[in-house]
């Protein structure tokens, strides 16, 4: 029977249906189109690929520290130093583990302390004529702790003390580097893949 000679009730229901259907398929893509342009991730997912203000993802990592210890970014420190490294790193290598974009972070539990704590760390510039400084700002949970200019390709060993406000009551210690002047490989490359420093070796004293 031809469509046309469905009783007029058929019709209607058949129509509303119809309606009823795309009204759906309609409300689906707006839901889509809404959690594309607004994804329910988490903070650090958002900053790195969707707003991209860090480019230092993020990870759960917490490495275990024994004051005093030398830590080696070189190869024959690979397995600890992994440990500790959470974001803006590449794997060690003969002169050390290079720094990745323009962050770069290290994350370790808390040694029990009874006064003040000191950072030790020797790190060399990546430079690339006309630049030949690398310029470094290290902070420690979030604590502007040390600021240093590096030059020339000689490994360079640095000292501070961590400042009191830094360690308060907390049970980790997250240690920021923060790039000033990262050399990307190619005027085109993303920042993530910026090159500023070679860490060669890193160690906590109490003071």
């Known amino acids: 029977m031809p469509w ?5 009730p ?3 229901a058949a129509s509303l249906g119809g309606y009823a259907l795309a009204a759906v398929l309609a409300g689906s893509e707006i839901v889509i189109l809404a959690l594309a342009l607004n994804p329910n991730v988490n903070a650090d997912y958002r900053a790195y690929y969707i707003d991209r203000t860090t480019t230092c993802l993020n ?4 490495g275990s520290y024994t004051l005093g210890q030398t830590v080696s970014f070189r190869n024959d420190g690979a397995r600890q130093a992994a440990g500790i490294k959470v974001c803006g790193w590449s794997g060690p290598v003969a002169d050390g583990t290079h720094s990745l974009g323009e962050t770069s972070r290290l994350r370790l539990k808390m040694p029990p302390l009874r006064n003040g704590l000191a950072a030790t760390l020797q790190m060399a510039a990546v430079i690339r004529p006309p630049q030949i400084t690398q310029r470094v700002v290290i902070s420690v949970n979030g604590v502007r702790a040390h600021a240093v200019t590096l030059s020339g390709k000689e490994p360079r060993t640095v000292s501070f003390v961590i400042p009191p406000a830094a360690l308060g009551k907390a049970d980790t210690l997250e240690i920021a580097f923060d790039y000033l002047d990262g050399i990307p490989p190619t005027p085109a490359a993303s920042n993530i893949y910026k090159r500023s420093i070679k860490l060669l070796w890193f160690r906590l004293d109490a003071i």
């Open 4 to 8: 046309s000679d469905a009783p007029g």
């Open 59 to 62: 990870r759960d990592a917490v």
């Open 10 to 12: 058929y019709r209607r």
